[in-house]
């Protein structure tokens, strides 16, 4: 199956929160305007201009995008269209956005260049907790860009919610619920945080002057966020995101289902033609290798067949529809029943995984112990 889904990678912020370990750069003094040059440059060396894919879905991540001006993100979303086909007929196009980091005519560029979709990294309504995990924005800001977009037109947003923080109790988890309710946003994205090296959490944990929240605090946390929604009418399509009627990350859902896409840019990762790859992380190699004639490409790994049942698995499982046999058997040419007969049964047993007949999927508990689960799909060989 053909990649026809885009993923670019903007690496600079307008400031580093204290938790986040993806690829990101402190964006003063950075050189904005040749990585916008270079990143063009490196697309259009995977991609023939001469043989364009059919896209279905973009997603310009980060980093964060909105941290470049208007002209530099015009640029990379004008650039982006034209590796496609028919940018008309693209489904869902998605740019991240922080609070705080986008105005009127920003919005405005963004949809004329056929962005239909935003997700907005709001993390908390609490502004002591906004602070203490490092975020550049208020709550009260992030309420003011949610507004504008609506404003402007956008339909489809989707925020981002952080639960198991330090400090973060069940009265302050309650509120932000409740507060992301009475927006009526129609896709939420919950996380619960993970303490990463080369974050400032995790030197922090490490000198003991943090704690991560106990977890069954967090478990009752996640509970507490599934009911919530439920009763307003949210449906629990993956773990850790909820979406109303129809409104489903169709980019995301690349993900779970294991399915290719391009990935480009600083520390960004594709999977195409049967092989994951990293691209090149720290900004000025990466610069250098693009202005060299080089490939951004840091490192691959052709997946075998084994490992992309197992992916299959532990990525379906993630989703409300489960990993559904008809799927397994057209991509492998065989039933999971046949490859993970032990795990598979020891799961139902324990009551953590249920067959519906035609699919498998996690049960209650199952999505509570999902890191356990997806384990027993591993190293099975």
Excluded at 78 to 91: A, F, G, I, K, S
Excluded at 114 to 124: A, D, Y
């Amino acid at each position: 199956m053909a990649a026809s889904s885009i993923y670019v990678h903007i690496p600079f912020c307008e400031q580093i929160c204290f938790y986040c370990d993806f690829n990101k750069f402190y964006i003063k003094n950075q050189p904005v305007d040749k990585y916008v040059e270079v990143l063009n440059e490196e697309m259009k060396r995977v991609i023939s201009m001469d043989e364009k894919p059919s896209i279905e879905t973009i997603y310009i991540g980060g980093g964060t995008p909105t941290a470049l001006n208007e002209q530099q993100l015009k640029q990379v979303l004008d650039d982006v269209n034209t590796l496609v086909r028919n940018p008309e007929q693209v489904r869902e196009f998605t740019v991240e956005v922080n609070p705080g980091e986008v105005d009127r005519d920003k919005l405005k560029m963004m949809r004329a260049a056929g962005v239909n979709r935003l997700s907005i990294g709001v993390q908390s309504f609490n502004d002591k907790l906004l602070e203490k995990i490092g975020r550049g924005h208020s709550a009260q800001e992030a309420v003011e860009t949610i507004d504008l977009a609506k404003s402007v037109g956008f339909e489809n947003i989707s925020i981002d919610l952080m639960f198991g923080l330090p400090e973060q109790t069940m009265e302050i988890w309650k509120d932000t619920i409740s507060k992301t309710l009475e927006l009526d946003i129609p896709h939420i994205s919950a996380y619960s945080l993970k303490i990463e090296e080369k974050t400032m959490f995790y030197n922090w944990y490490r000198q003991g002057k943090i704690q991560p929240l106990p977890e069954d605090t967090e478990a009752e946390m996640y509970e507490v966020l599934v009911s919530g929604l439920h009763n307003a009418g949210y449906t629990a399509y993956e773990i850790s995101n909820f979406s109303k009627y129809g409104m489903d990350s169709e980019h995301n859902k690349t993900y779970w289902k294991n399915n290719e896409y391009y990935g480009f840019g600083a520390g960004a990762h594709g999977y195409l033609d049967g092989t994951r790859y990293a691209n090149i992380g720290p900004l000025p190699h990466y610069i250098k290798a693009i202005e060299n004639g080089e490939s951004a490409v840091k490192e691959s790994h052709e997946v075998p067949k084994t490992e992309m049942m197992e992916e299959e698995m532990f990525m379906g499982l993630r989703m409300k529809e489960g990993v559904r046999a008809d799927r397994f058997e057209s991509k492998f040419q065989t039933s999971y029943y046949t490859i993970f007969p032990e795990v598979i049964h020891d799961l139902l047993e324990r009551e953590l995984l249920y067959d519906s007949g035609d699919s498998l999927h996690l049960t209650k508990n199952g999505k509570l112990l999902g890191n356990e689960v997806f384990e027993k799909f591993l190293l099975v060989y």
